[in-house]
């Protein structure tokens, strides 16, 4: 398995500001996920980073509003900018071990934008 | 395309009940994997199952057991003698081949109470 920690657990952000999420990881992984979960909802993928490589981003979400980084095999970052209410959600780290498809999940960002 | 439906929204037992919790998949891929995750109200996602899609076998794991069907497209979960620290929110979610790795989408999830 995999331990996956965040930064921040939590925070309450203006709207028209930018918060970078941190997920590190306790072993060298591939891949690296990012996925959002709206209040009462299931998770939705934002982008897929590999190491070396821009982010690939799912429908409906932007490099431009979702800056990734991933300068390693352990760390990614994700960059929610210019933050509106409709931001307001969990975000969530997650990690492909070993090739094996085994994800495991980080214990999320709860970002509240007011 | 890829598609996971949990029909069920919420489900509501009294403890030692037992309860299943359905997942019907969609999918074009002949390799695929199927998921079960555990959110308890903390909100941490605990990964509970895989299952690969050449792996029909049924598995069973203490008060846990899934059943597979390919036939149905189904990848059903059961809880046996349910107890309190079973509520949670259920999701199944389904990996398919993606270009360098493997992209999972999940379904709805299914908000599981049990009452003492």
């Known amino acids: 398995s995999a331990v996956i920690s965040q930064k921040p657990s939590r925070d309450i952000c203006q709207r028209g500001t930018s918060l970078t999420i941190q997920c590190q990881v306790d072993?060298?992984?591939?891949?690296m996920f990012w996925y959002r979960q709206q209040p009462g909802q299931s998770l939705t993928l934002i982008a897929t980073a590999n190491q070396g490589s821009e982010a690939t981003y799912e429908s409906g979400f932007v490099i431009d509003k979702f800056p990734i980084s991933r300068p390693n095999l352990t760390f990614s970052t994700l960059t929610v900018s210019n933050m509106s209410p409709e931001d307001s959600s969990i975000y969530l780290c997650s990690v492909d071990v070993g090739g094996l498809n085994e994800q495991f999940f980080g214990p999320g960002t709860r970002l509240t934008v007011l | 395309a890829q598609k996971v439906t949990q029909a069920q929204t919420e489900i509501s037992v009294v403890e030692k009940e037992d309860v299943t919790l359905d997942c019907v998949y969609e999918t074009r891929d002949t390799t695929y994997y199927l998921f079960w995750y555990k959110q308890p109200p903390s909100g941490e996602l605990v990964f509970l199952i895989r299952?690969?899609?050449?792996?029909?076998q049924n598995e069973i794991s203490g008060r846990y057991s899934w059943n597979f069907q390919k036939s149905t497209s189904s990848f059903n979960f059961t809880i046996t003698a349910s107890q309190v620290v079973d509520s949670a929110v259920y999701f199944c979610a389904l990996s398919e081949t993606n270009t360098g790795g493997f992209k999972t989408i999940f379904g709805a999830g299914t908000r599981l109470f049990v009452k003492a």
């Open positions: 072993s060298q992984v591939t891949m």
């Open positions: 299952r690969n899609s050449f792996d029909e």
